[in-house]
């Protein structure tokens, strides 16, 4: 008898359970506007691209960047040279892997001081339902998303982008939860960083909200 009960009152549950579960699908704008009153609201627009800090990557700045890059290889050229917002977007669009690459759009890049912000809008399709759990019923097909991090040179040719912070659809992940979905969602490795081809001509770099200064020679630790 009391085997019955039981076997019932897991019916129950699993029926309440699936009902909460349509109820927040049917209504899930209404909630998360709701939610937005007390966490603050979270904007889904990308940041505009701007003559500072903001770029997004277009052929003209990939051009640009690879002639100032081939300037850092002659042996009578600079020691360092600057990239804008739009030529460090453009790198960072042309690096990536493509099996990455494809699953999100209208790239743009924000240079902070000593860090880098991604934003993109995703294919959610992408990330493993287990990944993000109910909030992964409640995303439309393409999502903005933010990450933001350092970027370092590890070794001649490869670059990697630390992802600290990480945000979809405006809202952000807590820091446990960042390094998991990195590793989904932008094919970043153990650490939490994201692997990036880059150019061996430079080994060194440094962020600014004006530019990305590239180094010929690794800097002195101070």
């Not at 992802?163 to 989904?184: C, D, H, M, T, Y």
């Not at 932008?186 to 960083?193: E, K, L, M, P, W």
């Not at 150019?199 to 600014?208: G, R």
Request: glycine share 10%.
């Amino acid at each position: 008898m009391n085997g019955c009960l039981k076997g019932i009152l897991r019916l129950v549950g699993l029926a309440l359970l699936l009902v909460v579960g349509a109820v927040a699908w049917w209504f899930r704008e209404p909630i998360l506007r709701t939610a937005s009153r007390y966490v603050g609201r979270h904007g889904t627009a990308l940041p505009p691209v701007a003559d500072t800090a903001v770029g997004a990557p277009t052929p003209k700045a990939l051009q640009s960047t690879q002639g100032k890059i081939e300037k850092l290889k002659q042996p009578t050229g600079p020691d360092s040279v600057v990239l804008s917002p739009n030529e460090i977007a453009s790198l960072v669009g042309s690096s990536i892997d493509w099996s990455v690459r494809k699953s999100f759009d209208s790239l743009r890049v924000e240079l902070l001081e000593g860090t880098v912000a991604v934003y993109c809008r995703l294919d959610t399709r992408v990330i493993p339902p287990d990944a993000i759990g109910p909030l992964a019923g409640m995303l439309n097909p393409m999502e903005p998303l933010r990450i933001a991090g350092p970027l370092r040179i590890d070794r001649p040719g490869v670059a990697h982008f630390t992802v600290q912070e990480l945000s979809l659809r405006g809202f952000p992940f807590p820091g446990q939860v960042v390094k998991q979905l990195a590793q989904r969602m932008a094919g970043a490795d153990s650490t939490g960083a994201v692997p990036l081809r880059v150019s061996p001509t430079f080994l060194d770099v440094a962020i600014h909200p004006t530019g990305v200064v590239l180094y010929r020679h690794r800097r002195r630790s101070s």
